[in-house]
């Protein structure tokens, strides 16, 4: 289907065409921005309630909710006083540049915020494909999903600058060789970083947000 | 974009065609055909090991199996004396009729068959979109992914015929409502079956079991 494979290549040059524009109008703003991509149900929603809670108001955050159909996810963070900006993709598998420009535009005065992060749909395949005028991607994957999970869907995999590891407080109940799971992390994108914790009991959360602070502006915006 | 989705549209007219020719093969061998779904990691290719060791030859079965680049799902299941066909997607999030035709192709005679299982891509969006000309579909959903996904991914859900809710072992040790899972199923969709069960301690297998053996063919091939 040739016909069909350049005009999604046309479609995606439109799209990067707008993720630039996106990087420049936060680069302006002086504000970084990470692009938090899983599997559903991989942990992207209560990751982000437990850093809200632990950063404490130390990084300015604000959050585009990316879902298919409901506020669910982007009501969970609001709760927390997060300003969200919430875009239901309809049938649509992910997220596309335009669709972050419209967040980005709802969400005001850009220069309030030190991180805007996108959590994306949740799909572990389609997102990886399209830019959004992220700094950096950030991948999850839950110990419960298994070890073999960088190695069947290695392009999501290796196009990360961190992967987390979640779920670390179930473990302890599963068949899994953490070890082996971070091994095929590597084997597939030897320069991610990658972490592991528990939101829930808080292990690993501070290689976590000593990561998310590394991402934040360390100057004033010009 | 209303181009790429008019374009959409005709490439989705000739997969259901497609589709239709693979389900009138099927049957004209007396078998019937099984599309599984699911995020990646929901336990999928776990449930059909579990489920090939309990039937232990009392369904002919056979199992197309789809990944997007390895055959690491094809071997589990070779290991246990299944016949299977495996389809890697490339950087593709579904599987489309015509490869499963291929993959009827390299099964052989069909009619030595009661089921053939697809084991789709994990992805809890896209497949859905997707006829491949079986059957009945099959949506799994692992405990650990929460109560609001069929609710956040409804399309999935309301094309299932059946539900199972996997990784029930796991439920003691989540701050999980799994009624209220269950209930969002429902909401979803009031006419699937609806199961629970875990592969890895045998518990709810019995369901799952009398339920796959429903679809069998019950009469011997025309």
Redesign the interface.
């Known amino acids: ?1 040739t ?2 494979v350049d ?1 999604n290549i046309g ?1 995606l040059d439109d799209n990067d065409a707008l993720a630039t524009a996106n990087r420049a109008r936060l680069d302006r703003a002086g504000a970084r921005c990470v692009n938090l991509m899983s ?3 991989s942990g992207k929603t209560t990751l982000l309630e437990a850093t809200v809670a632990a950063l404490d108001g130390d990084l300015r955050l604000a959050v585009i909710e990316g ?4 506020e ?2 982007a009501d969970r963070l609001r709760a927390r006083g997060v300003p969200v900006a919430a875009i239901t993709t309809g ?1 649509s ?1 992910h997220l596309e540049a335009d669709q972050v420009a419209d967040g980005l535009d709802r969400l005001g005065s850009l220069d309030r915020f030190d991180l805007v992060v996108i959590e994306n ?6 997102p990886a ?1 399209y830019e959004l005028g992220e700094h950096a991607r950030v991948v999850l ?2 110990v ?3 070890e ?2 960088p ?5 999501m995999f290796h196009g990360a600058d961190c992967v987390v590891v979640t ?1 670390l ?2 473990a302890p ?2 068949k899994l060789d953490i070890e082996r799971l971070k091994a095929n992390i590597q084997e597939v994108n030897p320069r991610a970083a990658v972490l592991a914790l528990s939101a829930e009991t808080g292990a690993g959360m501070t290689d976590w947000l000593s990561w998310l602070r590394g991402q934040a502006p360390t100057t004033e915006p010009a």
């Open positions: 289907m016909p069909g005009i479609l599997s559903p149900g879902d298919m159909t409901t669910l996810d049938r598998c749909v949740g799909n572990l395949i389609c494909a994957v839950a419960t999903e298994g073999d999970k190695l069947k869907y290695p392009i779920k407080d179930l109940y599963l």
